[in-house]
């Protein structure tokens, strides 16, 4: 079935808020910086955690009660400067969020991509009011669990969002992966989902609280030996499904860009499981956990990537914008420019 859009005839009407009309090229751009943004804010999350410094600020939407900014002796300067510094770069992910929804709003990308970019906007604002409500619940590990945990949906999202912005809005939809492969796919996104789950109680129940004064309070109350082993096993369950995956790939003559894809998540896989098996024998050092968060948003994006390619559009004709209307209106703004 066809889902291909006919290029309008109709003159573009260029509004004075959208005289603009970015490339394929630059709405790529723009979305990587904000898939690199969504997994670096989790990074400087972690670090927040590991100094100590949740409670640096210990009050939201402002840092102490009365001042939005760090006050001289309310707490360490060091956990004011670290957790302050990770609330300014919301700031930075909502500029890069906004970016990209303008850019594919001067486009005039199809429906799909507008509200893609939406939800990216709308998952930064409330992920800062889920990051307000963990300070003022003083770091319970329920709460820390549920901040981190969206950020990996918006990771995986804004990852689709960057292959879809690559496609022709008039291309056709094309399955190009068979549908066990989907549906093995889709086995091994629940195992990546029970991944971080478990990842996030073996966090609570560690002894990096997110702030020296909170100590164990509010920590999850289990076996750690026990949770990071059900962690490990579940990371292993989704290597299995994922090296099926990536058989399939093979041995369905996929593209090769999708099978690069599917080698480069299985290394990465990999890196992820060693982190995490070090930190196990070294009983969890700091500086191992801003590595291991790391990973674990490159993990998501490629998966994410992966996953994306299982259906896209080919063809087209709208290979400036993406956009039929997009082109025509880069058109029409390169001629006034000229004239």
């Known amino acids: 079935m066809s889902t291909s859009v006919a290029p309008s005839s109709q003159p573009v009407k260029l509004k004075p808020i959208a005289k603009w009309a970015p490339t394929i090229k630059v709405q790529r751009f723009l979305a990587l910086l904000l898939l690199i943004f969504q997994g670096g804010i989790t990074v400087t999350g972690s670090i927040v955690r590991v100094t100590g410094s949740g409670l640096g600020c210990d009050t939201w939407p402002l840092c102490h009660e009365g001042s939005l900014v760090p006050v001289a002796g309310a707490a360490p300067w060091i956990h004011q400067a670290v957790e302050f510094g990770n609330r300014m770069l919301t700031f930075v992910l909502v500029a890069a969020a906004l970016a990209v929804f303008l850019a594919v709003l001067g486009a005039k990308r199809r429906k799909e991509i507008v509200v893609h970019s939406f939800i ?9 009011v889920i990051g307000g409500i963990t300070v003022l619940v003083d770091l319970h590990w329920y709460a820390v669990a549920l901040h981190f945990l969206p950020s990996m949906i918006l990771v995986f999202m804004a990852a689709i969002l960057y292959t879809r912005i690559g496609e022709p809005d008039d291309g056709e939809v094309v399955t190009t992966f068979p549908s066990w492969i989907r549906t093995v796919a889709v086995i091994g996104a629940v195992a990546l989902s029970i991944v971080l789950i478990t990842g996030t109680m073996t966090t609570g129940a560690g002894v990096h609280s997110g702030d020296s004064g909170v100590g164990m309070d509010g920590r999850l109350e289990v076996d750690i ?17 994922t090296l099926i995956v990536v058989a399939g790939l093979y041995r369905s003559q996929a593209s090769t860009h999708s099978k690069k894809l599917g080698l480069m998540l299985i290394l990465f896989i990999l890196v992820q499981a060693g982190i995490g098996i070090l930190q196990y024998r070294m009983g969890v050092p700091r500086w191992t956990i801003p590595f291991h968060i790391a990973m674990s948003s490159v993990v998501v994006a490629f998966t994410s990537l992966l996953w994306s390619q299982g259906r896209v559009r080919k063809g087209g004709s709208a290979t400036v914008t993406g956009s039929p209307e997009g082109d025509q209106k880069h058109r029409e703004l390169s001629a006034r420019k000229a004239a």
């Open 120 to 128: 990216q906007g709308l998952g930064i604002i409330l992920q800062a």
């Open 225 to 241: 030996d026990w949770i990071a082993h059900v962690h490990g096993y579940s990371m292993y369950v989704y290597l299995f499904f």
